[in-house]
Structure formats: structure tokens, C-alpha cells
């Protein structure tokens, strides 16, 4: 017979390693989905400066290897296929992929598929990416010191990225399609009333330029058509991100934006089932948060597992009830 897992995770990234490693260092067995591109969007960041733990930063695969290592360690089994459907009408839950026509069965289920951000779209994006091009200004707004730059888009996460980045930059010019922001009002009058901000309105970026660096944006205007070049250090895309989490449509309950909605700590609206990191936040999307949110998963299976009895009491010393301190290892 198939074995049954006590927690199968799905995705991968800082919340997945880190609900991996929480869960086997419990004596749980877990399965790990990675998927075929496992480690989330640390894959795709050079240095990360604001994980703790590496003074002097860390690349972003280099962490993630660091994290599939720590989770192998405690015997967490991994697998590099995507996941084509879920079962969650029965327990165990059933959980199948693209190259196994046998579901792996799990008691519990941690959701960790992240969320991927919206690009423009443009082959000189994608060639300067990690070079100038980000998605990220917390993540990345400190090697831009003293450099114009540009900020993409017209919502509270554009606003936001361009406030943030002006602690660093010299100047940031908001590049928006539209002749009035979609922001909120208060994050309005901050931008507007700032200093070293300015917006470019109705304009589109057709081009970033620079051939190992970004050196500037061809930019043209959508009510008059004039194209115009604008000299740039950095760009930061800020049209908003995608989660992942097209497959749970219609069985988990989700925002309208397409977020996993975690109704009770990280569970979901099916019990058994969790969620953690991006895939389910859309404020913070930092590695550190969604590593702090797989740990609260890992505890949350853990507790709820052993409230149906599917855990040796020896585990938990005192589950009590939802909320209270658990005695999972540290």
C-alpha cells in the first residue's frame, strides 16, 4: 500500500523548508512537492542582505540550498514534480502529479507555492533582471545608494516602493499608464508632497536600456505617442504579484485577489489544510516572514494532528487548545 504522510508540503521556498524542517524535527513524516522549479523567488535574487543569521549576505540559491539541506537532514523526502490535482473530500488527503498516476496520501497538507511577480513583459526586462531590474525595493533599495531611479506602476505597493527607495536614491520618478494613481489617498499625498518624487503620467515603458546594467528606460507617451529616454541607475516593478494558487481554486477559500484565506491561525477553510508565505500574504512577502509563517504551519499540523489523535501524544506534551505555547523542538 501507498504510504501515508503525516504532512505533505507543496512548494517549496523559505515557508516550505522552514515548515519541513519544523515538521520532521517533530518525528512527523513529511513529503516535500518542490515542484520543477523549487526555491520560490530567492532563486532568481543575487545578494540577500536582510536574512538574519548572514552578516555578510548570502545569494539567494545559496540560502535556499542552505534551508533543502537543513529539511533533507531531518529526513523530509523531496520531490522535483508539479502537483496537477488535489483531493481534500476525504481524508487522507490526496495529492497527485504530473508523473505519478498513483496520488501521494497525506494526513495534513502545508501550502507553500508562493506568489510570482507581474513583470512587463519586455526581453530587455528580463535580460537586466537582478542587474537593475527588481521586483523588491526592501529587498533591494540599499545597492542603489545615490542612483536616479525608476518605479513602475500606480498602486499603494508603488507608492510604497518609492517612498521606501528614497532613503537611498537621489530621485525616484514614478512611471504610471494612467492620469491618476490607484493608490490610496494617504499614500497619494505622501508621494505627491515628497520631494524626490516625481510622476510621469499616461506613459508606458517600451525598453530598459543598458547591456549588463540598467542605464536608462524608453519610455513613450499612450495619449500623444512621443517617445522620450529617461536615465535610470535602477528600475523596480510594481504592478502587483500573482499567487499561486490556481489549482486550490475552487476547493480553499480565497480573496479576491486570488490569496489563500487562512481562517483559523494558518489553516485553511478545510481542515487539515494549511497555508504559509506568500501564497497566502500580500502585505510583507519577505523571505523572513515566510519563513516565520512555515514554522506556525508546521506547529499548527502538528497540534491539529494530534487533536485527531494521528500523533503520538509523546510529541506534545500539553496541546491544549489553539494558541497556546507548543512544545515543538527549537
Avoid at 288 to 307: F, N, P, S, Y
Wanted: with cysteine.
Amino acid at each position: 500500500m501507498a504510504t501515508t504522510y503525516d504532512v505533505i508540503i507543496i512548494g517549496s521556498g523559505p515557508a516550505g523548508y522552514t515548515a519541513a524542517l519544523y515538521a520532521a524535527r517533530a518525528n512527523l513524516s513529511v513529503l516535500m512537492i518542490r515542484g520543477y522549479e523549487s526555491g520560490g523567488q530567492l532563486m532568481l535574487t543575487t545578494d540577500v542582505e536582510n536574512y538574519p543569521g548572514f552578516e555578510d549576505g548570502i545569494l539567494g540559491p545559496d540560502l535556499m540550498e542552505h534551508m533543502e539541506k537543513q529539511a533533507r537532514r531531518f529526513g523530509t523526502e523531496m520531490r522535483d514534480e508539479d502537483v496537477s490535482r488535489l483531493g481534500t473530500d476525504r481524508r487522507p488527503f490526496e495529492v497527485y502529479t504530473e508523473l505519478s498516476e498513483e496520488p501521494a496520501l497525506g494526513r495534513s497538507i502545508i501550502i507553500s507555492t508562493g506568489a510570482s511577480a507581474r513583470w512587463l513583459g519586455l526581453e530587455s526586462e528580463t535580460h537586466l533582471r537582478n542587474r537593475g531590474v527588481s521586483a523588491c525595493a526592501t529587498c533591494d533599495g540599499a545597492f542603489f545608494k545615490g542612483k536616479d531611479l525608476a518605479v513602475i506602476g500606480g498602486g499603494d505597493t508603488a507608492l510604497e516602493e518609492a517612498i521606501f527607495l528614497t532613503r537611498y536614491a537621489s530621485h525616484v520618478t514614478l512611471i504610471h499608464r494612467r492620469d491618476s494613481l490607484r493608490a490610496s489617498k494617504i499614500m497619494q499625498e505622501r508621494a505627491l508632497k515628497h520631494p524626490k518624487i516625481s510622476i510621469l503620467w499616461d506613459t508606458a515603458v517600451e525598453e530598459v536600456l543598458g547591456q549588463n546594467a540598467v542605464e536608462g528606460l524608453r519610455l513613450r507617451n499612450l495619449k500623444t505617442g512621443t517617445e522620450s529616454t529617461l536615465t535610470v541607475g535602477g528600475v523596480f516593478i510594481a504592478i502587483g504579484h500573482i499567487p499561486n494558487t490556481t489549482l486550490f481554486n475552487g476547493q480553499l477559500d480565497l480573496d479576491e485577489q486570488g490569496y489563500i484565506i487562512q481562517r483559523e491561525h494558518t489553516m485553511t477553510n478545510v481542515p487539515g489544510v494549511f497555508a504559509a508565505g506568500d501564497v497566502s500574504d500580500h502585505r510583507y512577502r519577505q523571505a523572513v516572514t515566510a519563513a516565520g509563517d512555515g514554522c506556525r504551519a508546521a506547529i499548527d499540523a502538528e497540534r491539529w494532528l494530534e487533536a485527531q489523535g494521528e500523533v503520538d501524544k509523546e510529541h506534545v506534551a500539553d496541546p491544549g487548545v489553539w494558541g497556546e505555547p507548543a512544545s515543538m523542538p527549537r
